[in-house]
């Protein structure tokens, strides 16, 4: 409940990012598809990922950590401490509305952060938008100097240039 109302203080056309160690094992059933996709370190799913879904179902995020094609090697997220089990339990949620924004996800073994966690590293794309009146503030007006050929427009080029320094210097 307060997940969701954390979620629910964000407007909601902002980009919204949650992960966390939800300890869920997400498997790879059909019905989970469109949610968690096909990649899961896990053949089936215990009762924290069923959870895990209905949460994001309900709010409307894809879990992405379970849908990028990657070995086995670099999906698991946690090591038990007798070194031999591994389980992807920590996962990635965005909103659907931006779910292609997020490149890729994967962990990280290199760092040592003194825990039986990996970190998980995002890659993510975000394209910023400028408003129509933004773009009208930043206009330059272009001169056409080809006219400066021209007699005529040169010299009264020439005297309105003067007359703005005259008055400067006054």
Not at 30 to 55: M, W
Not at 101 to 128: K, P, W
Not at 135 to 162: A, G, H, M, P, S
Request: aromatic share 10%; proline share 2%; with cysteine.
């Amino acid at each position: 409940m307060e997940l969701e109302q954390v979620l629910d203080y964000f407007p909601k056309y902002q980009m919204k990012i949650l992960l966390g160690d939800f300890h869920a094992q997400l498997g790879r059933e059909n019905i989970f598809k469109l949610t968690i996709g096909i990649e899961s370190l896990h053949q089936d799913s215990n009762d924290n990922a069923v959870r895990t879904v209905n949460f994001a179902t309900s709010r409307i995020l894809v879990v992405k950590s379970t849908i990028f094609p990657h070995q086995n090697l670099r999906k698991y997220t946690w090591t038990c401490p007798d070194g031999k089990t591994h389980n992807q339990i920590d996962h990635i949620m965005i909103d659907r509305r931006w779910h292609s924004s997020m490149l890729d996800v994967q962990r990280f073994r290199g760092a040592d952060c003194d825990t039986d966690h990996y970190l998980v590293i995002i890659n993510v794309r975000e394209c910023l938008a400028v408003s129509k009146q933004a773009e009208q503030q930043f206009y330059v007006e272009r001169f056409n100097v080809r006219k400066l050929r021209e007699l005529e427009v040169k010299k009264q080029y020439r005297i309105d240039i003067t007359n703005r320094f005259a008055v400067l210097e006054n």
